[in-house]
């Protein structure tokens, strides 16, 4: 009985590094997918946004966009932001031949719906020959401890990694040397804990449709592990 709970608490430490994982990836990736939705809709792509991934509820920050003419002319493109549906802005800009200007909009609070997002669409129309491009992100809006949205980032990943990394070493110290069950379950576990750090380190560079596919399969494994190594546990000694 003693080594059940041990083995309990081992495996609770090791999801909760998981869960903690996959609601950092899921959360971005809820905030993308929302974005894409969200304000004026063109078929257009191609303009990158610099957005900071998580703030916190009381912190402002800043989104920006490059946008560069690749024609030998000048040329006056029309740029708008929209942000939340709470701002949005228009402006004309004026480039010459192969110039390139950043332009940046500031969030805050006052940006966020859903009580947990910031959503931002910007759109670059088009002018003569100058292609048109369009770019929007998602800003998760949450904190730890009163920490800024950098700092409850770099928490989460660190607490989940070093979760998950005590959950392995710590069964494989209790259960050694390891009979086949064990060694199946710690294989199991270690490909579960790869898939969903993939899926964590895809999100970071909003890599979304990367991130969506991987936290499925990481659902998947999940699912399977409970099957075999918690309600059925003798089919996996077999």
């Known amino acids: 009985m003693k080594s059940f709970f041990k083995s309990l608490l081992i495996v609770l430490i090791f999801l909760a590094g998981i869960l903690l994982e996959l609601s950092l990836s899921s959360g971005v ?13 063109t078929n257009e792509v191609g303009l990158k946004l610099n957005c900071p991934i ?39 800009l004026s480039l010459a031949s192969h110039e390139t200007q950043v332009l940046q909009w500031p969030v805050d609070p006052s940006n966020v719906i859903y009580g947990r997002l910031i959503l931002v669409n910007v759109t670059q129309a088009r002018y003569r020959d100058l292609d048109a491009h369009q770019g929007f992100c998602g800003i998760l809006v949450f ?20 979760l998950i990394l005590a959950g392995g070493i710590l069964w494989w ?13 710690l294989k199991a576990c270690a490909a579960l804990a790869v898939v969903t750090t993939l899926a964590l380190l895809t999100a970071l560079p909003r890599w979304w449709g990367l991130t969506l596919i991987l936290d ?12 075999d190594f918690v309600l059925f546990p003798k089919r996996g000694r077999n």
């Not at 110290?173 to 069950?181: G, K, S, V």
């Open 29 to 41: 990736v809820w905030a993308q997918v929302d974005a894409s939705f969200y304000g004026t809709q």
């Open 143 to 162: 904190n730890l401890f009163n920490l800024k949205g950098n700092a409850t980032l770099v928490l989460i990943i660190i607490s989940s990694l070093a």
């Open 54 to 92: 998580m703030l916190s509820p009381s912190e402002s920050g800043m989104v920006s966009a490059t946008i560069t003419n690749t024609l030998n002319e000048e040329v006056l493109p029309v740029v708008t932001a929209e942000i939340s549906g709470t701002q949005s802005t228009r402006q004309t």
């Open 173 to 185: 110290r209790i259960h050694r040397p390891l009979d086949d069950f064990a060694e199946q379950t």
């Open 216 to 227: 499925a399969l990481a659902v998947i494994m999940i699912s399977v592990l409970f099957t």
